[in-house]
């Protein structure tokens, strides 16, 4: 294996880091993490196939950084809404949805 096809893996991720943050916008990551996780996820993948022996890791590094954005995308949106609900909550008082407890 040599540094220029590890690199050629590397841009692979930080492609579908970049175009995961263009597609999701405000919905999901920053930039930086995004790229982040592209590059990791690109490169697990890449190195599970060569663990492995099978044809293909430049496909299955696409796979990878594609897996591993779509799971940071979908769990930080989770987190994101439920601590905006959380602060609500405690700022009113515990009155929750215009309700006032008795």
């Known amino acids: 294996m040599t540094l220029m096809t590890i690199l050629?893996?590397?841009?692979?991720?930080?492609i579908?880091?970049?175009?995961?943050?263009?597609i999701t916008k405000d919905r999901g990551v920053a930039m930086i993490p995004?790229?982040?996780f592209g590059v990791?996820?690109?490169l697990a993948g890449m190195g599970i196939v060569l663990i492995i022996d099978v044809a293909?890791?430049?496909f299955y590094a696409g796979i990878?950084?594609?897996?591993?954005?779509?799971t940071v995308n979908v769990?930080?949106?989770?987190?994101?809404?439920m601590i905006s609900h959380e602060t609500a909550f405690f700022r009113n008082g515990g009155n929750f949805g215009g309700y006032r407890r008795k």
């Open 8 to 14: 050629g893996y590397i841009t692979i991720g930080i």
């Open 16 to 22: 579908i880091g970049w175009l995961s943050r263009i």
């Open 34 to 36: 995004s790229l982040a």
């Open 40 to 42: 990791l996820g690109s």
């Open 56 to 58: 293909g890791a430049a």
């Open 64 to 70: 990878g950084a594609l897996c591993i954005l779509f």
């Open 75 to 81: 769990f930080s949106h989770e987190t994101a809404n």
